[in-house]
């Protein structure tokens, strides 16, 4: 079973950035479709982007569009999530999902499509 654990959360100001970093502990197979979601106190989870194996494609929530950028790193089965000029609405919970399923070919912005989840960090942004 693999384990999913994020880093790099923190509390900044508005205009400031993050990078967020997904580290994969006992994996022993191999996950095409990485994925970050983020969810706030009383709203539903939400999807903010998701890329392909390579990382050559990915596909990004309006919301995060311009902004943020999911990048990975397979030497070290590591994926990462770039987020520049945050603004307050960005607070939440953010969380990585992974899956052995296809990038490709499925509704990317379902939570339920993704086995494997981190337990989250916390970003928080003040104006």
């Known amino acids: 079973q693999v384990q999913l654990v994020e880093s790099g959360g923190g509390s900044v100001q508005a205009g400031d950035s993050l990078r967020l970093s997904c580290a994969a502990n006992?994996?022993?197979?191999?996950?095409?479709?990485a994925a970050w979601f983020r969810q706030s106190p009383g709203k539903d989870r939400e999807y903010v982007a998701a890329?392909?194996?390579?990382?050559?494609?990915?596909d990004y929530a309006d919301s995060a569009k311009g902004r943020f950028t999911i990048s990975r790193d397979n030497t070290r089965d590591a994926v990462y999530l770039q987020m520049n000029n945050l603004i307050p609405e960005d607070t939440a919970i953010y969380y990585c999902?992974?899956?052995?399923?296809?990038?490709?070919?499925?509704?990317?912005?379902?939570?339920?499509?993704?086995?494997?989840w981190g337990r989250g960090t916390q970003v928080t942004v003040s104006s």
């Open positions: 999902a992974q899956d052995t399923g296809s990038y490709y070919g499925r509704q990317r912005s379902n939570p339920a499509g993704y086995q494997y």
């Open positions: 006992g994996a022993s197979d191999r996950r095409p479709i």
């Open positions: 890329t392909n194996f390579r990382g050559d494609n990915s």
